[in-house]
């Protein structure tokens, strides 16, 4: 889901914990993270570059 970077990191804040951010490199990795973010019920933030994950 996309959402607001106010909506992940303000209540990071007032709860203390910290937000992943991640640079997927290849398309499994980019599922990697997604799937181990929907599992742990944490937000988590990524970088991809389209042009390596498409070939």
Do not use: W
Not at 22 to 28: M, P, T
């Amino acid at each position: 889901m996309l959402v607001n970077m106010n909506e992940i990191l303000m209540p990071a804040k007032k709860g203390g914990y910290g937000v992943g951010f991640f640079n997927a490199v290849n398309i499994e990795m980019a599922r990697a993270v997604i799937e181990t973010a929907e599992e742990m019920d944490s937000p988590v933030r990524f970088c991809c570059h389209i042009c390596r994950l498409s070939g």
